[in-house]
């Protein structure tokens, strides 16, 4: 198994009292809704409830649309084996990054280079495929995210116009809507060394955004100002992203069972 990245803050140390009478509650609805096959592991349960402030009608609802998503959207959670070869060259290419490091508020923080990849060669379907596998380990690892939250930051170097094309407004869409129902809330998002026409397409972002969503965009043109150990590449002194590839790619590879047994927990759609 992939061991957890060290922490600069301190975990949580007690659970809020009302977990287990939640988990009862949100079992019992789960099966008398048996067409979200959810799983059921217990800290998996708890990463909604935590992100839902344990309100169990919020959390009922999320867990729903989560399901329904997975299951709707087979071109990120099907056919999840990291030895594909477009899954293997996306993730030696390191388009989705979690930092070792958290923030002096215990958000996890993800480096998302949204040009890495070539546009003419691999589809955005699989690195958003790849990003959600990543993604998915990370709260394995991390279970506190899901309470404290997520900082994106989005290295917008090397933009091209192909890159720009493959965000299709249907497409731009749907990844807002699953970071909002991914259990693990996205607390800013950042986009460093801005190109001056970023704004063309983050309007568009911002169309399916909520209020509170879009108020969390920042855009600077130049590095993050992100209080963590920042890779190399951005300026700081830690890992490069090519350490941090390679980290992530080996955690995804090791976890490979993971993924072939978690593909099977989708909604049943009629």
């Not at 568009?204 to 909520?210: A, D, E, V």
Request: glycine letters at 2%; one cysteine or more.
């Amino acid at each position: 198994m992939f061991p957890p990245p060290k922490m600069n803050c301190k975990p949580r140390t007690s659970e809020s009292p009302q977990r287990d009478s939640s988990l009862e509650s949100i079992n019992k609805w789960l099966e008398e809704n048996p067409n979200i096959n959810a799983c059921r592991d217990e800290n998996h349960l708890t990463f909604f409830l935590r992100s839902c402030k344990y309100d169990l009608e919020k959390t009922k609802k999320k867990i729903k649309s989560f399901y329904i998503m997975r299951a709707e959207r087979t071109e990120w959670f099907a056919n999840r084996d990291p030895f594909l070869p477009e899954i293997q060259e996306l993730l030696s290419i390191g388009v989705f990054l979690p930092l070792e490091e958290k923030d002096d508020l215990c958000r996890q923080v993800v480096i998302i280079r949204t040009s890495a990849h070539n546009p003419r060669v691999h589809s955005q379907n699989n690195v958003f495929k790849v990003s959600k596998m990543i993604l998915d380990l990370l709260l394995r690892s991390e279970p506190e995210i899901s309470s404290t939250g997520i900082v994106a930051v989005f290295d917008m170097v090397g933009v091209e116009l192909g890159h720009a094309l493959q965000l299709t407004p249907k497409l731009i869409k749907r990844s807002v809507d699953s970071w909002q129902v991914y259990p693990c809330k996205p607390k800013m998002l950042e986009f460093v060394n801005a190109p001056t026409h970023v704004n063309f397409v983050l309007n568009t972002f911002r169309l399916f955004m909520t209020t509170k969503m879009r108020s969390r965009i920042v855009v600077r043109k130049g590095t993050s100002e992100t209080n963590v150990k920042l890779p190399r590449d951005l300026g700081g002194t830690g890992m490069s992203y090519k350490e941090l590839a390679l980290k992530w790619k080996t955690a995804v590879e090791q976890n490979a069972d993971y993924f072939a047994e978690y593909e099977k927990y989708k909604t049943i759609l009629k």
